[in-house]
């Protein structure tokens, strides 16, 4: 065979995978020039109903720029509809919704990281339902995580609106959400959410502001302060996400004030005892599911107060631990805690609810409040608490101080121990309130030891008419969803000692 017959054979395969390789690239090419990126909206939007357990539409432009290191996507008319439960219409519009990834951190880090997102007049309506539903999150049973947002290095929001509706809390709010890049003086753009609603029909007002939204560095932590105003309640929370955006990561400092604490219950979920107007400031940490008040001080009624509260609600049902103590407490603000509150409420710090209920204990001649057990927030929230006041304020009873020992587990309430410091003598025992059944049943178990009856009957006189040591117990269960009908309905054993008495 001739040797330049043999060479062109070499040489040919050669030709043959170029012009393969050619048309390959001439094919790409061809293809991207051509390419629509709105054939993938079908798609994109059935994988986004699926992922999100809702339905998802995208009627407009579907944009993506995946040339760079930071590739970035922009989608027009979206609208994320609601579960079935929630009833018709959307749960969110997004008229325009961009965004941008960082490729670096996500292909040699495996971290995802996004220097871009900006949405333009999202229109958001958030719904929990009166069985706890919330049409944000997927019903998958289990108690759901806080939200994670990945790191977020420019946030812009023109024109948000957002509207949620709690009726299990009765809670009803209509804000406006954005944030700038503007340059506002020696600052950056900021975080907005302004807004009113109301809570069991009283209106509140809203405001939320974050640090600038340029450059945010996730490895440092993000400013932000609340400010809820209502009729009489305020909420003042200066904080930071230690991770932007994680609200698993929070700590700062908390102040709040109102006309009691049970008003309390929308904010926390947390079931709080009534009481007299509070004034209280704490220092505050979240850690997923963990929440903590520590350096707790300030005044509920006319009595200081100190701790630390820790809640848990890992699984979904709160647990409360607190370790309090009142260097004064003024006797009459306890009364609020059983429902009732000072006969005589002059010279007391007292909250409209208890000013109804000392006039009505006045016009009816009654000694005890008639204040309904609440059950099933009885039942919401289990707690351990820790309680000691140094010194009671009231002249007319001879308490000097007490501490107490609580624990609520499901509805039963029990105070073990109960200890009360006499001017002379201590009154110690236990007290259980089965709120698990219905009525309620209760059983007290008191204990009087070392009191002298001189200082129980005309205290103070040169000469009292009896006098002498005093032991006595009490020993009384029975149903009643208030006190005044636990202690009508009582039956037990009272015993009563004086020995050598005059």
């Keep these: 065979m001739p040797a330049h017959a043999a060479k062109g054979q070499m040489i040919t ?40 357990g809702r ?37 969110a519009n997004l008229p325009r919704f961009t965004a941008q990834i960082e490729l670096k951190p996500l292909f040699f880090q495996n971290k995802l990281v996004l220097p871009l997102v ?48 709690d009726v299990k809390r009765r809670i009803h709010f209509t804000g406006t959400l954005s944030s700038s890049e503007q340059v506002m003086g020696a600052g950056g753009g900021v975080f907005r959410l ?29 400013d932000f302060n609340l400010r809820l105003t209502s009729q009489a309640t305020r909420v003042a929370a200066d904080g930071q996400f230690v991770h932007p955006f994680d609200f698993g990561r929070l700590r700062g400092r908390l102040h709040v004030s109102g006309p009691d604490l049970d008003e309390l219950y929308a904010l926390t979920g947390v079931s ?36 630390a509260i820790s809640v848990n609600d890992e699984t979904g049902r709160p647990f409360v631990d607190a370790n309090l103590v009142s260097q004064r407490l003024k006797l009459a603000d306890l009364e609020a805690v059983i429902g009732g509150g000072p006969r005589h409420t002059a010279g007391h710090t007292v909250s409209p609810k208890e000013k109804i209920e000392a006039a009505r204990l006045v016009a009816e001649h009654r000694l005890l409040p008639d204040a309904r057990l609440d059950y099933p927030r009885l039942r919401a929230t289990d707690a351990r608490l820790t309680y000691r006041a140094v010194n009671v304020i009231e ?8 501490s107490l020992k609580l624990a609520l587990d499901h509805g039963l309430l029990t105070i073990d121990p109960l200890a009360v410091r006499l001017s002379q003598g201590d009154l110690s025992g236990k007290v259980r309130l089965d709120g698990r059944r219905v009525p309620a049943r209760s059983a007290i178990d008191l204990r009087l030891a070392n009191a002298r009856l001189e200082n129980l009957v005309q205290r103070g006189s040169p000469s009292p008419p009896i006098s002498g040591g005093l032991y006595a117990r009490a020993a009384l269960a029975g149903p009643g969803d208030s006190v005044r009908a636990a202690a009508g309905n009582s039956n037990g054993q009272l015993t009563v000692v004086i020995p050598s008495g005059q």
């Design 55 to 91: 339905p998802v539409t995208i009627t407009g432009d579907l944009k993506v720029h995946p040339w760079s290191w930071q590739p970035w996507a922009s989608v027009s008319g979206v609208t994320i509809g609601n579960p079935p439960w929630a009833g018709r219409g959307p749960m």
């Design 118 to 165: 900006e949405a333009d007049h999202p229109d958001v309506k958030l719904l929990r339902d009166a069985l706890g539903r919330e049409n944000w999150r997927q019903n998958t049973g289990g108690k759901p995580a806080p939200l994670r947002l990945p790191p977020i290095r420019h946030l812009i929001v023109t024109g948000g609106a957002l509207r949620y509706d």
């Design 194 to 222: 302004d807004g009113r609603g109301t809570y069991r029909a009283d209106p509140f007002t809203l405001t939320i502001r974050g640090g600038p939204l340029v450059n945010i560095d996730p490895n440092r932590p993000y």
């Design 13 to 52: 395969p050669l030709r043959v995978w170029s012009g393969l390789f050619g048309l390959l690239v001439l094919t790409i090419i061809v293809f991207v020039l051509l390419f629509q990126w709105n054939w993938l909206r079908g798609p994109l939007a059935r994988y986004l109903s699926a992922e999100l």
């Design 272 to 307: 709080l005892p009534d009481t007299p107007p509070y004034n209280l400031a704490a220092g505050f940490g979240r850690d997923d599911e963990r929440f903590a008040f520590r350096g707790l001080h300030g005044r509920v009624g006319d009595s200081d107060l100190a701790g």
């Design 395 to 402: 002249p007319k009873v001879p308490i000097r101080g007490l």
